[in-house]
């Protein structure tokens, strides 16, 4: 469009500069005809005043014609520029209908993850974790949020359980849950293997979320259920043996609501 009215531009300017010269050509041939008639007498040699007039006649003629021409063009000009604007107009109002409809779903959006957010759930589940050492190099910490904590003997098994190294005892030997996000966090539970073995290791864990204590084991329970009271947001769960002995549970889980950013908290 643009190209197009930019040699329309160059083609009017010729042709109004050239009609501008024989406009000021007709004029000066009109301004000559009373001198002409007074100075030169009539006769043959002498201009024929007559055919002058009829020529400068239809000179003023084909300028109407052309300024007629113009005026069409004009019109024809305005109304393309009409429809454009109508046209852009239409596909504005498309484009504002289409963001309205798309900031409706993400207000939609956002209301249904501000209610999963405030609900409390299991966040914990086939996490990422980690322990820093492992018995017999089976007996791994991803075994601690896989979901399965049946209360059946069949640690090596269909129950698995996780265990740091006997051969690697020392103060805080320690497991860890990375929740891949920051969350608020309301309960960790503590599922203790269905075995004897190993009961008195249990009692003074040290749980904490991120930096935070957020709670001690105390006796032997096969569920050791810690509530987290106060504002607490933690992207890491850990729970450390401040004692030499080793870590082992069947499960453990973790729950809060979440995730939150930092300008969240």
């Given at each position: 469009i643009c190209r197009r009215r930019k040699i329309g531009s160059i083609v009017k300017n010729n042709t109004f500069t050239m009609n501008m010269l024989r406009y000021s050509l007709i004029i000066s041939m009109i301004c000559l005809l009373p001198s002409l008639q007074l100075s030169q007498p009539l006769d043959n040699k002498s201009v024929n005043n007559s055919y002058l007039i009829n020529k400068v006649l239809s000179l003023v003629r084909d300028l109407v014609q052309d300024v007629r021409g113009y005026k069409d063009l004009v019109s024809e000009q305005g109304k393309t520029v009409e429809d454009l604007m109508t046209k852009h107009a239409e596909e504005m109002e498309e484009v504002k209908m289409d963001l309205k409809k798309a900031l409706d779903q993400l207000d939609g959006l956002k209301s249904r993850m501000?209610?999963?957010?405030?609900?409390?759930?299991?966040?914990?589940?086939?996490?990422?974790?980690?322990?820093?050492?492992?018995?017999?190099?089976?007996?791994?910490?991803?075994?601690?949020?896989?979901?399965?904590?049946?209360?059946?003997?069949?640690?090596?098994?269909?129950?698995?359980?996780?265990?740091?190294?006997?051969?690697?005892?020392?103060?805080?030997?320690?497991?860890?849950?990375?929740?891949?996000?920051?969350?608020?966090?309301?309960t960790v539970k503590l599922w203790k293997r269905t075995s004897s073995c190993c009961d008195g290791r249990n009692p003074g864990l040290l749980i904490y979320a991120d930096d935070t204590l957020v709670g001690v084991t105390k006796g032997v329970k096969y569920l050791y259920n810690i509530p987290v009271s106060g504002e607490v947001y933690a992207s890491k769960i850990y729970v450390k043996q401040p004692a030499s002995m080793t870590v082992n549970f069947l499960e453990i889980q973790v729950f809060g609501t979440g995730p939150f950013g930092e300008d969240e908290i």
């Amino acid at each position: 469009i643009c190209r197009r009215r930019k040699i329309g531009s160059i083609v009017k300017n010729n042709t109004f500069t050239m009609n501008m010269l024989r406009y000021s050509l007709i004029i000066s041939m009109i301004c000559l005809l009373p001198s002409l008639q007074l100075s030169q007498p009539l006769d043959n040699k002498s201009v024929n005043n007559s055919y002058l007039i009829n020529k400068v006649l239809s000179l003023v003629r084909d300028l109407v014609q052309d300024v007629r021409g113009y005026k069409d063009l004009v019109s024809e000009q305005g109304k393309t520029v009409e429809d454009l604007m109508t046209k852009h107009a239409e596909e504005m109002e498309e484009v504002k209908m289409d963001l309205k409809k798309a900031l409706d779903q993400l207000d939609g959006l956002k209301s249904r993850m501000d209610v999963m957010r405030s609900e409390v759930r299991l966040i914990s589940q086939h996490k990422l974790t980690w322990q820093n050492s492992t018995y017999v190099d089976r007996y791994h910490s991803d075994f601690l949020v896989d979901g399965v904590y049946r209360m059946t003997d069949d640690e090596g098994g269909i129950n698995p359980i996780q265990h740091t190294d006997d051969d690697q005892v020392g103060p805080n030997m320690m497991v860890m849950i990375d929740l891949g996000a920051r969350f608020k966090i309301h309960t960790v539970k503590l599922w203790k293997r269905t075995s004897s073995c190993c009961d008195g290791r249990n009692p003074g864990l040290l749980i904490y979320a991120d930096d935070t204590l957020v709670g001690v084991t105390k006796g032997v329970k096969y569920l050791y259920n810690i509530p987290v009271s106060g504002e607490v947001y933690a992207s890491k769960i850990y729970v450390k043996q401040p004692a030499s002995m080793t870590v082992n549970f069947l499960e453990i889980q973790v729950f809060g609501t979440g995730p939150f950013g930092e300008d969240e908290i």
